[in-house]
């Protein structure tokens, strides 16, 4: 089946720092990859996705690379922001399980001023 | 954003009594889902609806059942709620083709006494 995984949080960071949050995953065939990101008290927004291997999404200053060979898809961005504190999360679509998106179990991110 | 909306934002039932929560997007999407979130366990897939009159299990379905009569309106209801379904509850909708966005709605709380 189908199955992310993410490390746990939580996570602080000073503000300017690097972020990296590290997710794999197990899939058959050729799934695509999300980051969404969810604020305190609010829905889920899409951060950015990646539908094939090695492409890069990117949005707000945050990357992530579709790695098949490694089966990974870490977050990445240069400097955090006290804003950008949030919970984030790993998933991903596979046409085998009608494209629901099958999700990490999140990591909090906290950045201090 | 899509236009996804969830009603009631918050509530508060007593144990036994049946509970039904409404989801309804405006973006004639095909595909609509049922998420619970939980400490510890991320957002997990409760059923989806790929067309109308047309659902199927999610991974934690035991106690839920879903109907969908139009394409805008995608009901998910709880029988009899038990504690076990305290939770936060989102939808989610897509048009269907692999790698494109999942909206989601801003959640239900939903307390059982």
């Known amino acids: 089946g189908n199955s992310v995984t993410q490390m746990e949080g939580p996570v602080t960071l000073s503000e300017e720092a690097f972020l990296t949050i590290n997710c794999t995953y197990t899939?058959?065939?050729?799934?695509?990859l999300f980051w969404y990101v969810q604020y305190p008290g609010e829905g889920l927004q899409l951060l950015l996705k990646?539908?094939?291997?090695?492409d890069k999404g990117s949005n707000k200053g945050f990357e992530a690379t579709y790695r098949k060979e490694t089966t990974s898809f870490h977050l990445e961005k240069g400097s955090v922001q006290v804003s950008d504190s949030a919970v984030y999360f790993c998933?991903?679509?596979?046409?085998?399980?009608?494209?629901?998106?099958?999700f990490g179990k999140g990591t909090s991110l906290l950045v201090t001023p | 954003d899509a236009g996804i909306t969830q009603s009631p934002r918050h509530k508060v039932t007593e144990t036994g009594t049946p509970v039904t929560l409404r989801c309804h997007q405006t973006?004639?999407?095909?595909?609509m889902y049922w998420y619970r979130q939980d400490p510890g366990h991320g957002l997990r897939l409760i059923h989806y609806s790929y067309g109308v009159k047309d659902t199927d299990k999610g991974e934690v379905s035991d106690g839920y059942s879903v109907s969908r009569s139009k394409t805008e309106d995608f009901l998910l209801t709880l029988e009899s709620a038990t504690s076990s379904q305290t939770s936060v509850y989102f939808c989610a909708s897509e048009d269907g083709f692999s790698g494109n966005t999942i909206y989601f709605g801003e959640g239900s709380w939903l307390t059982v006494v």
């Open positions: 899939a058959t065939g050729y799934p695509s």
């Open positions: 973006e004639n999407h095909r595909y």
């Open positions: 998933a991903l679509t596979n046409s085998n399980s009608g494209y629901a998106l099958n």
């Open positions: 990646a539908t094939k291997a090695d």
